[in-house]
C-alpha cells in the first residue's frame, strides 16, 4: 500500500466519520504507528490547501476532520442556509477566554478576575458546550472546578490550547498601549 | 420632550474603569485617583437616573475608589514605626494589577471573537449511519413499544445535546395536512380497499381544518373524476369508490 | 472565478449537501448555464479519479453526490466495526422517533437532531412502511418531507399522533437527570 493510497483511504474514513476522528483510530485502520499517521494526515492537510480543494481538514487536539472553507461561506449560503447558531455574547465571551486561559479555575476565581457574578454565563457556556466541569475542588463548600471542552477547540479553530493568542502577546499589547495612553 | 443618553454598556466595574482610563488617555500605572472616581461616580449617576440596574458589583468598586481616594488624601508618613512599610505601598497598586489582569482577559476575548466569526462559517457533513453495517434488516422493528420509541427519541436529544438547541419541545404543533396530501390519503385507501365509508375518513381528523382539508381533497378527486360518491337513501351511509365509467 | 476556484466551490456544495445534487441547483449557485456546469463536473470526476481521491462523485440522472470508493470498503469497515457494535440496531428507531415527534421534517433535519446521516434509515422504515413521503419543500432542491404512516399508528396502538406522550414530560424527565449528575 503505497503512500497515496493510505492517504485515499483516509479522506473516505474522514468522509464517512463525519466528526473529529482520533489519530488512534485511523493508525490503527491503517496499520501504521501514531506518529506516520499524524505526518501523513498533515501531509494531506497541505495537499488540500495547495490544490485549493473545496474541503480542508481540521485537527482538534489528537483528532482530525472535513470541513468546508471559511471563504465558500457565501457559496454554500446560496445553496441552502445552513444552521447558523447564534454567537456569544461579550459577558459569555469574557467569561470563557479567562476560563480557557486560567483553567482549571472556579467560578469565584472567574468572578474575581471579572469584577463580576458570572453564575450565569457559566450556565451559558455550559449549555453550549463550551465549558464542562472538570472536578472539585477539596477544600470547604468543594467548589466546581471549570475547563474548556474539545468543541470549545473546535468552535474557535483551534488545533489546541496551545494555539489560544498568546498572553505574552496580551502582555506587550498592554505595554505598547500604555505608552501610548 | 425627554431625550434619552445612549449609555454605553459595560461588562463590568473594571470595563466601565479600564473604558474611563484610556478616554482620559492617563497612564494605568500612575491613575490620577481623584478624577477618575468622580467620573465613575458620574457615571453611575447617570445610569441611576436612566433607571437601568445598577449592580453591587458596580458600587463596590465606587466605594474602593472612594477608600483609595482618601488614602492617597492621606499625608505621606514619616518614617517611623511599624505602619511605614505598609504605607509604602502605593494604595492603586492592587487596583491597577487586577485592571491589568481584566484587560488581558478583554483582549484574548476580542480575539475569540475573531476567531468564532471565521469558523461560524464553516461547516461539516453528519456522519454517516455506519451502524447500517450491522443491522439485519429484518428484525429491527420486530416486536417493539411504544416504549421503545420514546427511549430512543429520549437517548438521540441526550447523546446530541447541543446540537438540539433548536428542537423546540415546547413548539412541536401538529402540522396542518395538505389538499395534496389528503388527496393521496383518500386514493391510498381506497386502492386498498375498493370503497370507504365517508366517515372513516373524519376518524382521529379531529382537528377542524384537517376537515375542512379533507373535504376539500374529496371534492376535487370527483371534479378529477378519480372518485365517485353513492348515497343510498337519504342519511344513509355515503360510500366513496373509485370511479370508473360503470359506476356513474 | 476561474476553473479551479468554481470545482473548489462544487466540491464544498456536494459535501454539505450529502444526497444527490442536481446541476440545475449547482449551475444557479455558480452562475453558469447547465451545458457547461455538467461539463466542470465531469471534469472534476475525472481528476477525483485520476488523483485517486478517497472520494468519487456519482451521478445519478441529473444530479450529483459525493460517495467513497466501493474498493474502500474493507478499510471504513475496520473503522467501524469494533467501536460501534453497541448502538447497533438503534439507528432506525431513533430516526423514526424523531420523524415521529418532528414530522412534518426533512431528512436533513432528521440528521442535525441525531447528529448522524440519517439516508439509509429513512430508507429501512419507508420499506417497512412506518415512514412516507408527504410532499416536498418548495425550495432549492425541493428537499422531500417525511412523516408517519396509519401503519406506525396501528403498530404502536395509537389512535392519532396527538395520542404520542408529551415531550414536554419528557424534557423534564431530562432535566432530573442532568441534576442529578
Not at chain 2, 31 to 49: G, R
Amino acid at each position: 500500500m503505497d503512500q497515496r493510497e493510505i492517504k485515499s483511504i483516509i479522506e473516505s474514513l474522514l468522509f464517512i466519520w463525519g466528526e473529529p476522528l482520533s489519530i488512534k483510530d485511523i493508525s490503527k485502520v491503517i496499520q501504521r504507528d501514531k506518529k506516520e499517521t499524524e505526518q501523513i494526515i498533515k501531509d494531506m492537510k497541505d495537499d488540500f490547501d495547495y490544490n485549493r480543494r473545496g474541503l480542508q481538514i481540521i485537527q482538534i487536539n489528537d483528532s482530525f476532520q472535513l470541513s468546508t472553507r471559511p471563504e465558500h461561506y457565501e457559496w454554500i449560503e446560496k445553496l441552502c442556509l445552513p444552521k447558523n447558531s447564534k454567537t456569544l455574547s461579550n459577558a459569555a465571551l469574557e467569561t470563557l477566554s479567562i476560563i480557557a486561559y486560567k483553567q482549571p479555575i472556579t467560578r469565584v476565581e472567574v468572578e474575581s478576575v471579572r469584577g463580576v457574578k458570572c453564575d450565569k454565563s457559566i450556565i451559558t457556556l455550559i449549555e453550549k458546550n463550551m465549558v464542562k466541569e472538570i472536578g472539585r475542588l477539596d477544600k470547604t463548600g468543594r467548589p466546581i472546578i471549570y475547563g474548556t471542552t474539545e468543541y470549545f477547540l473546535k468552535y474557535f479553530g483551534l488545533e489546541n490550547l496551545e494555539e489560544l493568542p498568546k498572553i505574552k502577546e496580551l502582555n506587550e499589547i498592554n505595554k505598547e498601549e500604555n505608552n501610548t495612553v | 420632550m425627554k431625550y434619552t443618553v445612549v449609555l454605553e454598556s459595560f461588562e463590568g466595574p473594571f470595563d466601565l474603569l479600564y473604558h474611563l482610563i484610556e478616554k482620559s488617555e492617563v497612564d494605568i500605572y500612575d491613575i490620577p485617583i481623584s478624577d477618575i472616581a468622580d467620573q465613575y461616580i458620574n457615571y453611575l449617576e447617570k445610569m441611576e437616573e436612566l433607571d437601568l440596574d445598577i449592580t453591587s458589583e458596580f458600587l463596590v468598586m465606587a466605594a474602593t475608589l472612594l477608600e483609595i481616594k482618601s488614602k492617597m488624601l492621606l499625608p505621606k508618613e514619616k518614617n517611623e514605626g511599624e505602619q511605614l512599610e505598609f504605607e509604602e505601598t502605593d494604595p492603586r497598586e492592587e487596583l491597577v494589577r487586577r485592571l491589568i489582569e481584566y484587560k488581558k482577559y478583554k483582549i484574548a476575548a476580542e480575539k475569540l471573537k475573531e476567531k468564532e466569526l471565521i469558523h461560524s462559517k464553516v461547516f461539516y457533513k453528519p456522519k454517516e449511519e455506519i451502524e447500517h453495517f450491522y443491522e439485519s434488516k429484518d428484525d429491527i422493528l420486530e416486536g417493539l413499544e411504544l416504549s421503545d420509541l420514546i427511549k430512543a427519541l429520549d437517548k438521540v436529544i441526550k447523546k446530541n445535546k447541543t446540537a438540539n438547541e433548536n428542537f423546540d419541545m415546547k413548539n412541536i404543533e401538529r402540522e396542518e395536512i395538505t389538499i395534496e396530501q389528503a388527496m393521496d390519503n383518500i386514493l391510498g385507501l381506497i386502492s386498498e380497499n375498493d370503497k370507504i365509508e365517508f366517515d372513516d375518513l373524519f376518524i382521529n381528523k379531529v382537528n377542524r381544518s384537517n376537515i375542512v382539508v379533507i373535504f376539500l381533497a374529496l371534492l376535487e378527486l370527483i371534479k378529477l373524476e378519480n372518485i365517485t360518491i353513492v348515497q343510498t337513501n337519504n342519511f344513509g351511509d355515503i360510500i366513496i369508490k373509485k370511479y370508473t365509467k360503470d359506476n356513474v
